[in-house]
């Protein structure tokens, strides 16, 4: 069974950037695809990005590509989140995830199989 925290959370002004950070333990993330995913107020959980067991595939919503970058660092067992010209619209909890399938294309939330309890963003304009 491998826990998910996200940290690196907080308010940030628009324009300015922040970085997530998702450490896993009980289990290595070598063995997953990792993804971020985000919900705002009222609002379903959507798909962010992606990235692939091996690291060298990755995919992004098309909201943030460009602005965001997932990264992983499979000897810290971390995962990580950079958000560049953030918008008030980025403002949600971002939660971190592992799936079992290995590409990394999964953007659906029943694909992946463990999730952290999220951290929230606040960009103010």
């Known amino acids: 069974q491998v826990q998910l925290v996200e940290s690196g959370g907080g308010l940030v002004q628009a324009g300015g950037s922040l970085r997530l950070s998702c450490a896993a333990s009980?289990?290595?993330?070598?063995?997953?695809?990792m993804a971020w995913f985000r919900q705002a107020t009222g609002k379903e959980r959507e798909f962010i990005a992606s990235?692939?067991?091996?690291?060298?595939?990755?995919y992004y919503a098309s909201s943030v590509k460009g602005r965001f970058t997932i990264s992983r660092d499979n000897a810290k067992n971390t995962v990580y989140l950079q958000m560049n010209s953030v918008k008030p619209e980025d403002t949600a909890v971002y939660y971190c995830?592992?799936?079992?399938?290995?590409?990394?294309?999964?953007?659906?939330?029943?694909?992946?199989?463990?999730w952290g309890q999220g951290t929230q963003v606040t960009v103010s304009s």
């Open positions: 995830a592992a799936s079992r399938h290995p590409t990394g294309s999964v953007r659906y939330t029943s694909g992946y199989d463990y």
């Open positions: 009980g289990g290595t993330i070598s063995n997953y695809a």
């Open positions: 990235i692939s067991l091996s690291g060298g595939v990755t």
